[in-house]
């Protein structure tokens, strides 16, 4: 199963951006899905995560009022809006899915089934 992650590049700070997250041939309607990322040597952390329906989602301090995460289960796509994007934005962002809620608010990257393969953001001065 694979997830892929799409949008990246460079912006300069203040600026925005939109990640899409596409799991073609199987459907995630039923997951939650989580956004991760992760710079050059430090550990992936936890951005942001979405609950299946939409209707909940939970951010990690560092991009609240920022980052925005929404889904079309209709087109099995699940997105990232990032906006007024700082240096410390800069890393490898990734998409993973998620069988649990509690799971995927609680475990970190352990508590996601499904990865995909990464989108590098570079947020510049």
């Known amino acids: 199963v694979q997830l892929q992650a799409s949008g990246g590049g460079l912006v300069q700070a203040g600026g925005s951006l939109r990640l899409s997250c596409a799991a073609p041939g199987r459907t995630f309607s039923s997951y939650a899905m989580g956004w991760f990322r992760q710079a050059p040597g430090k550990e992936r952390e936890f951005v942001g995560v979405?609950?299946?329906?939409?209707?909940?989602?939970r951010y990690t301090n560092s991009v609240k009022g920022r980052f925005t995460i929404s889904r079309d289960n209709a087109k099995n796509t699940v997105y990232l809006e990032m906006n007024s994007l700082k240096l410390e934005d800069t890393a490898v962002y990734y998409c993973?899915?998620?069988?649990?809620?509690?799971?995927?608010?609680?475990?970190?990257?352990?508590?996601?089934?499904?990865w995909g393969q990464g989108t590098q953001v570079t947020v510049s001065s």
């Open positions: 993973a899915a998620a069988n649990s809620w509690v799971l995927a608010t609680t475990a970190g990257t352990d508590g996601y089934e499904y």
């Open positions: 979405i609950a299946w329906s939409g209707s909940i989602t």
